[in-house]
């Protein structure tokens, strides 16, 4: 358990230096065992599509659970974000979901 411990705090640690997406895959997959999968979500006809700054994508799931990334332009207003989770549950109604939709910033932990 200790182990596990260090490698969280770990890699939030490298989180908050480098920030980006690639040390929340690495949480999610190495510290929590969820599986990689990197599957683009298509937008192309949503009202709200030019809100988010880059392709959407499923990071990574475990059983029935899904992490999602929005990479958004700017701040996103409940509206929206309200609108993707919607769309998220019509899409997959049997999964959960983390959704971030927000830039996370980590203080010191």
């Known amino acids: 358990m200790k182990d596990l411990a260090r490698e969280i705090e770990k890699t939030i640690k490298e989180w908050q230096i480098k920030g980006g997406i690639e040390p929340a895959k690495k949480l999610f997959a190495t510290c929590l065992d969820f599986k990689l999968v990197s599957s683009p979500i298509d937008i192309r006809n949503q009202p709200w599509k030019d809100e988010i700054n880059g ?15 929005f990479p958004l332009n700017g701040s996103l207003r409940i509206t929206i974000e309200r609108k993707i989770i919607n769309l998220m549950r019509r899409d997959h109604p049997s999964k959960q979901f983390w959704i971030k939709v927000r830039n996370i910033r980590l203080g010191n932990c």
């Open 55 to 69: 392709i959407p994508e499923v990071l990574a799931e475990k059983g029935s659970f899904r992490v999602l990334y």
